[in-house]
């Protein structure tokens, strides 16, 4: 098994593959890791040329070009939101910011209160902006960027694979993982939950911002949540619904072919 790992995205990015030889992964590592830094530098609110900064800036009526990266994740942002009657929310960027969690851009339109996918209308490469609206690609994107780093892969000529980057992995070919997800009652105790073969998988702890919280009478906060599914970027944008819905997004997970663990503040664990 050949190895290696970068810091990108706001953690360390690991590839690994099997029966390539060590000139042709290196190659193809390369061509992973670079795919990887292009989408972290166009998706990043910490950066501020980066797409999200622009459309940031942007004012009610301008047109944004964009990369046709961003232009993949913001329709699958899109998606996702309609999909999860706006459990999935992009345009949380504000939260963060006065939590502390990312920085206060001062060269940004403030943003208004309409939902991001009524504030922005994609049109070919360029963005509408309606609404002024800061978006935090900040999971997803992650997601993405490992989807395209095993396409990168693959075009490279391996065959089976890993990428993992931090807490959104994804194995291609013959290999297997074994998914591990951290016990609520010991930090320092991990839980191996799933066997992850050709698939991709994605975990979002305590900590997350969305437009939703959870309601009084619901079950108890989440811990962590786990999703399996066919790509990372699918896993991702479904962990913070599933954070938001809990049991009631059932529907849309097995619309998606995708499984969820759910390991809640009180012990408990919920699957669907």
Known sequence: MRRQARPLLGTLVEVRAQGASATAFDVAADAAFDAIAQVHARMSFH???SDVRRIARARAGERVALHPHTVAVLKSALRWARLSDGAFDAGCAPQAVA????PEPDDATPP???AFEDALEVDGHDVLVHAPVWLDFGGIAKGYAVDLAVARLRRAGVHSGVVNAG???RVFGTLEETVLVRSPFDASELWPVAALRDSACATSASGQVARR????GDAPA???VTVLAPTACAADALTKIVWQEGERAGTLLRRARARALVVRADGSVWQG
């Open 213 to 216: 919280e959870v309601e009084a």
């Open 112 to 114: 208004g209160e309409v």
């Open 99 to 102: 939590r502390g969690w990312l």
């Open 47 to 49: 950066e501020a040329g």
């Open 222 to 224: 989440p811990r962590s």
């Open 167 to 169: 807490g959104d992995l």
